[in-house]
């Protein structure tokens, strides 16, 4: 079993936690987190870090609040748009290895999905 928990930005379907349930059990989508909505990329942010979450996201902000305060949380950035949920759970099936390396790495803090 994975130990590796997903937080799905608000721009992500919250369908994504229960399609992805079998590689990424403890996920969670921002709308369930009990955070203001909308809750602001900080507040986003720091529960990931909280409560170790890789963050999943379209928004580059989360890129930059990395690149500002390092890791945690890790990032995923999914770089290829609006897309329908199942094209999105597809690719992080594609790319659940990369998405567990990088919650693994000691030095790397973002991975883009294309």
């Known amino acids: 079993m994975s130990n590796v928990k997903l937080l799905f930005d608000a721009n ?3 369908r994504l936690v229960k399609k992805l349930e079998d590689i990424f059990p403890a996920s969670l989508h ?9 809750a602001t990329d900080r507040e ?3 529960f990931a870090k ?40 597809q690719k992080l099936r594609e790319h ?3 998405i567990h390396e990088l919650y693994a790495s000691q030095t790397e803090t973002i991975l883009e999905i294309y």
């Open 44 to 46: 986003i942010w720091q």
């Open 12 to 14: 992500c379907s919250y």
């Open 50 to 89: 909280e409560q170790d979450f890789v963050l999943v996201s379209q928004d580059e902000d989360f890129c930059e609040l990395s690149l500002l305060y390092g890791a945690p949380p890790k990032i995923c950035w999914l770089r290829f748009g609006n897309a329908p949920t199942e094209f999105v759970a």
């Open 30 to 38: 921002v709308g369930r987190t009990g955070l203001a909505i909308p």
């Open 96 to 98: 659940s290895h990369s």
